[in-house]
């Protein structure tokens, strides 16, 4: 079975600044795609970023990139000028011949 | 285009009660996904649903079912409520299937007591 972990359960960043969360993957499955969402305090998971595999160019959005890494199955999200409103729970998701499976999330915080 | 919509918002029911909520798509999407959070366990998939028909089923209880319409809409119902179903239930809808990004409603909180 897939499964998605992400090992930090908390992180923070200075507003303006940079951070990246973490996330890899377990997989046996050769085409899949991997998703980062943010579930601010309102509860709504909005979708930040789509990544699919077979596509080696990691994709952006905005302040939002990732570093897509298949061999190592690893899919980290960097977050470029962090502001207030990042701060939120970002969930890495996984979906492949399966529904999506999510790892447990990372908390952002965001201080001024 | 609207976005999904899932009703109510809360709930409160007591142990053995059974409930229902709702889920509408976003237009065109036909595939409509159920997930269980709660802090212990996380996002956990509950089922989807693809034409009216169940498409993939979770690991839950036979407690926890759900349907489809043709109008794509769905509900989905837990019957003799427990205590550990308090919890969001989140609906996301996607246009087909697991390819497609799946969009995500704001959730009903189900608190039981």
């Known amino acids: 079975a897939q499964t998605v972990t992400q090992s930090q359960p908390e992180m923070s960043v200075q507003e303006a600044e940079t951070v990246t969360l973490s996330c890899t993957y377990d997989?046996?499955?050769?085409?899949?795609?991997l998703f980062w969402y943010k579930q601010p305090p309102s509860r709504q998971m909005i979708l930040v970023i789509r990544?699919?595999?077979?596509?080696?160019q990691n994709a952006t959005e905005n302040r939002f990139s990732v570093n897509f890494q298949k061999a190592a199955k690893s899919f980290s999200l960097k977050i470029s000028d962090s502001q207030l409103g990042d701060a939120a729970m970002y969930f890495c998701?996984?979906?492949?011949?399966?529904?999506?499976?999510f790892g447990k999330g990372t908390r952002l915080s965001v201080i001024a | 285009k609207a976005g999904v919509t899932q009703t109510p918002r809360y709930l409160i029911k007591t142990r053995g009660q059974q409930v229902t909520l709702s889920c509408s798509p976003i237009?065109?999407?036909?595939?409509v996904s159920w997930y269980q959070q709660t802090p212990g366990q996380g996002l956990q998939f509950l089922f989807e649903?693809?034409?009216?028909?169940?498409?993939n089923k979770g690991n839950f209880p036979g407690r926890f079912s759900g349907r489809q319409f043709s109008n794509s809409r769905s509900e989905m119902n837990v019957s003799t409520l427990e205590l550990g179903d308090s919890a969001l239930y989140l609906c996301?809808?996607?246009?087909?299937?697991?390819?497609?990004?799946?969009?995500f409603g704001p959730g009903t909180r189900l608190t039981v007591l």
């Open positions: 996301a809808s996607s246009l087909r299937d697991n390819t497609d990004t799946q969009y």
């Open positions: 997989t046996s499955e050769s085409d899949y795609y």
């Open positions: 990544q699919e595999a077979y596509k080696q």
């Open positions: 998701a996984y979906s492949g011949n399966t529904p999506l499976v």
């Open positions: 237009s065109g999407h036909r595939s």
């Open positions: 649903y693809f034409s009216e028909t169940q498409r």
